[in-house]
C-alpha cells in the first residue's frame, strides 16, 4: 500500500500511541478533581502546554485545548468576533480557506456581520493590496490560512502580519492546520493574534487540537460548563490525546527542517512528471518555494476526479480529492473555481499528499501507475 494522504490524516507517531495508551491506562483521573488522581492529570496537562509552548516558541499559559482544527477555527472566528462586535461587524477572509473557516464566516453573515472575502490569483495567493483596501473602520478580525489544504499555496502571513500590525483594534487569525511541522511560522515574532493547530495532521492523535491566542485577548466562549480552559472551553479534558499531541509536535518540530528539504526534493520530483503528460495540469504556482513541501495538486481535465481516485487505490494507492460529491452528483472545487479554474478542471482535481518517510522508490511508483491510469482513461474524458 502506498499513502498519499497525508493532509487529510497521519498514521500516529510509534511514541505517540505507546504515550496516549499509557496515560489512559495510568493517569484517567479527572483533571477538575482536587484529589491526588485529579492533581496527577492536570499536571500533565501543563507539561504538555509547556512542551508545545517550547516547541513553538509561544507562551504556554496561551493555549487552548480543543477537540481538533474545526473547533480551533471555529473558537477562534466566532471567539472573536462576538467578543468585539462592539468595536465593528466587518471580518475579512478569502475564498479559499478550509470548511471550518469559510462556513463559519457564512454563518457569522447570518448573524448580522459583514464579510468580505478576499479572491485570490491563478496560483491561489491572496494580495496584500487586496486586504488593505478592503480593511474599513468596522474591521475587527482577518483570518487567512497558512497552507491550502487543498492545492498547497503558501500565503504571505508575515506580510500580512506586519500590515495589520498597524491597526490595533483588528486580530489576525492564522489556520496552521497544514503547516505547523512542515515550514516555519512564528506567532510570536510575527504579531499573529491567534493560531489553530491539529494534532492528526502531525502524526498526533485524532479527536484534539489547540488553539493560540496572544496574551491581552478574550474570547467569547463556544461551550458553557465547568470553566475548564480559563474558562474559554469547558468541558474534561482529554489528557492521554492532549499529551499525545504534545508528544507529536515535539517530534515533527525537532524534525521540520531536515523533513522539509527532503519533501521538497519529493515534490519536485513528483511536479516534473506531472507536466509532462500532457492529460495533466498541475495548479498552484510554478515557484517550487511558493509551495507547501507536501502537497501536490493538479486536475485530469475532463476526467471526474473520483474515478482516478478509485482507479488508483485499485492499485494500492490512494490519493484524495477537495470536490465534495452530494447525492451522487460531482460538484466542482471552491478552492480551483476561486482560482480561475474551468468547471472542468474544478471537477478533476487530485491531490497528492506526501510524508518525510516517502522515498524517491515511493515517488515512482505513484508516477508511473499514475502514467498507466492516465493512458487508461483519457479516451473517457468529456
Not at 69 to 78: F, Y
Not at 232 to 258: C, F, H, L, W
Not at 308 to 316: M, N, Q, S
Not at 330 to 339: D, F, G, H, I, N
Amino acid at each position: 500500500m502506498y499513502y498519499f494522504d497525508h493532509s487529510a490524516t497521519t498514521p500516529p507517531f510509534p511514541e505517540v500511541t505507546e504515550t496516549v495508551s499509557e496515560v489512559m491506562k495510568n493517569y484517567y483521573g479527572n483533571p477538575s478533581s482536587l484529589h491526588q488522581l485529579g492533581i496527577d492529570a492536570e499536571n500533565l496537562i501543563r507539561t504538555a502546554k509547556h512542551v508545545m509552548a517550547e516547541s513553538l516558541n509561544i507562551d504556554s499559559e496561551q493555549l487552548i485545548f480543543t477537540s481538533g482544527g474545526t473547533e480551533s477555527n471555529n473558537l477562534a472566528i466566532k471567539g472573536i468576533a462576538f467578543q468585539y462586535q462592539n468595536r465593528g461587524k466587518h471580518l475579512i477572509t478569502t475564498e479559499i480557506e478550509h470548511a471550518s473557516v469559510y462556513e463559519s464566516f457564512k454563518q457569522l453573515e447570518k448573524l448580522g456581520f459583514k464579510v468580505t472575502y478576499l479572491p485570490v490569483d491563478h496560483t491561489g495567493q491572496v494580495s496584500i493590496y487586496d486586504l488593505q483596501q478592503a480593511i474599513t473602520d468596522e474591521t475587527i478580525l482577518v483570518s487567512v490560512m497558512h497552507v491550502n489544504n487543498e492545492v498547497g499555496t503558501i500565503q504571505p502571513i508575515e506580510e500580512i502580519a506586519n500590515l495589520l500590525f498597524k491597526y490595533k483594534r483588528i486580530f489576525f487569525h492564522v489556520d496552521a492546520i497544514q503547516s505547523i511541522g512542515k515550514i516555519s511560522i512564528f506567532p510570536k515574532q510575527w504579531n499573529i493574534d491567534l493560531v489553530s493547530i491539529s494534532a492528526h495532521k502531525l502524526n498526533g492523535p485524532k479527536g484534539v487540537g489547540v488553539l493560540y491566542y496572544r496574551d491581552g485577548i478574550k474570547l467569547f466562549p463556544l461551550l458553557s460548563g465547568g470553566g475548564q480552559e480559563g474558562g474559554y472551553r469547558s468541558g474534561t479534558e482529554n489528557v492521554p490525546q492532549i499529551v499525545g499531541m504534545a508528544k507529536a509536535v515535539r517530534i515533527s518540530m525537532d524534525k521540520q527542517k531536515k523533513n522539509e528539504d527532503h519533501l521538497y526534493q519529493l515534490r519536485k520530483r513528483t511536479t516534473d512528471f506531472i507536466i509532462q503528460i500532457p492529460e495533466l495540469k498541475l495548479n498552484g504556482s510554478n515557484d517550487l518555494y511558493q509551495m507547501a513541501p507536501h502537497i501536490v495538486h493538479f486536475s485530469f481535465t475532463g476526467m471526474k476526479s473520483e474515478v482516478i481516485i478509485h482507479a488508483l487505490e485499485k492499485k494500492g494507492i490512494y490519493v484524495s480529492t477537495r470536490s465534495a460529491c452530494a447525492s451522487g452528483e460531482s460538484k466542482p472545487s471552491r478552492v480551483l473555481e476561486a482560482m480561475g479554474a474551468s468547471r472542468s478542471n474544478a471537477n478533476s482535481g487530485i491531490r497528492i499528499s506526501m510524508s518525510a518517510d516517502h522515498s524517491n522508490n515511493d515517488i515512482d511508483m505513484l508516477c508511473t501507475q499514475l502514467e498507466q491510469v492516465v493512458q487508461e482513461y483519457k479516451g473517457f474524458r468529456k
